[in-house]
């Protein structure tokens, strides 16, 4: 899979939080077309004339495989319906209208998806597991955001978590559904540049994640937090921030270790085993 395609897809739902009024009228001014259940979970699809064939599917199968996913796994759910657009002739964000749109934007009670983007149409083309895992991954956006701890505007202090969790969620969707396997995984991070020595402390990245390689890296990091403290952890952390926790104390709290010995064990195995 390529990782030019994916850093282009995502890191546009966190952004929008902030300005999740305007996102929701320019989407229900703009942004119309029919409307359906998605089959087998409280959520719809909208979808705007001219969208090609294939994209519904694909949409209504990630949205089922995350479903299960939170059910079994992280033993939780989005609290409320989400909306899914899928958009043709209109760009998902009003201000990207003159310009190049975002492909996939999401916020607590949405996801939208520019479907003529030419980045996206490759995916759907080449890479559908990976379009599953971009749709997954912004679905896990959308329970940070209705649980309280997808951070608002620019006032980012666990940037590296917000972005690994939902990678991390979004690609063992797909390992759950039997659609791809742990090691593809594993391959798919290196190739992204989890290994790359050039990568900073993880730390480093509690304000902002610049590309591939780092979410690769905090996808690393959130798999040994899943490990230390089962899945399940990842909503407990979540809840807790929205309870207006500071993240820190949440943090020790849903996985058992300080933030700043979790950060000094992770550089340490990055040493010995990455």
């Given at each position: 899979?390529?990782t030019?395609i994916r850093?282009?897809?995502i890191?546009?739902?966190?952004l929008?939080?902030?300005?999740?009024?305007?996102?929701?009228?320019?989407?229900?001014?703009?942004?119309g077309?029919?409307?359906?259940t998605?089959e087998?979970?409280?959520?719809t699809?909208q979808t705007?004339?001219?969208?090609?064939?294939?994209?519904?599917?694909?949409?209504a199968?990630?949205?089922?495989?995350?479903?299960?996913?939170?059910?079994?796994?992280?033993?939780?759910?989005?609290p409320?319906?989400?909306?899914?657009?899928?958009?043709?002739?209109?760009?998902?964000?009003?201000?990207?209208?003159?310009?190049?749109?975002?492909?996939?934007?999401?916020?607590k009670?949405?996801?939208?998806?520019?479907?003529?983007r030419?980045?996206?149409?490759?995916?759907?083309?080449?890479e559908?597991t990976l379009?599953?895992?971009?749709?997954?991954?912004?679905?896990?956006?959308?329970?940070?955001?209705?649980?309280?701890?997808l951070?608002?505007?620019?006032?980012?202090?666990?940037r590296?978590?917000?972005?690994g969790t939902a990678?991390?969620?979004?690609w063992?969707?797909?390992v759950?559904?039997?659609?791809?396997?742990?090691?593809?995984?594993?391959q798919?991070?290196?190739s992204?540049?989890?290994m790359r020595?050039?990568l900073?402390?993880?730390?480093?990245?509690?304000?902002?994640?610049?590309?591939?390689?780092e979410?690769?890296?905090?996808?690393?990091?959130?798999?040994?937090?899943v490990?230390?403290?089962?899945?399940?952890s990842?909503?407990?952390f979540?809840?807790?921030v929205?309870?207006?926790?500071?993240w820190?104390?949440a943090?020790e709290k849903?996985?058992g270790?300080?933030?700043?010995?979790?950060y000094?064990?992770?550089e340490?195995d990055?040493?010995?085993?990455f």
């Open positions: 899979m390529k030019t850093k282009t897809l890191r546009s739902g966190v929008l939080v902030g300005t999740a009024g305007v996102l929701a009228l320019w989407q229900t001014v703009y942004l077309g029919t409307a359906k998605i087998g979970t409280p959520h699809l705007q004339p001219g969208v090609p064939a294939g994209h519904e599917e694909l949409i199968t990630a949205l089922q495989d995350a479903q299960k996913y939170f059910q079994d796994v992280l033993k939780t759910e989005v409320q319906p989400v909306r899914v657009q899928l958009a043709s002739i209109s760009p998902c964000v009003p201000l990207q209208a003159l310009g190049q749109p975002a492909t996939a934007v999401a916020n009670n949405s996801i939208c998806i520019n479907s003529t030419s980045l996206w149409k490759k995916v759907l083309k080449n559908p379009g599953l895992t971009i749709v997954a991954h912004e679905h896990f956006h959308n329970l940070q955001g209705q649980l309280g701890c951070p608002k505007g620019n006032a980012h202090e666990y590296w978590w917000v972005e990678t991390y969620v979004g063992q969707t797909e759950h559904a039997g659609r791809v396997t742990p090691d593809e995984v594993e798919e991070m290196r992204w540049g989890a020595p050039d900073k402390p993880l730390k480093a990245y509690e304000t902002s994640m610049p590309g591939d390689p979410y690769a890296l905090a996808y690393r990091a959130v798999d040994r937090l490990k230390r403290a089962g899945a399940a990842l909503g407990q979540c809840q807790q929205g309870q207006k926790l500071p820190k104390t943090f849903a996985f270790v300080s933030v700043e010995d979790f000094q064990r992770f340490a990055r040493k010995t085993h």
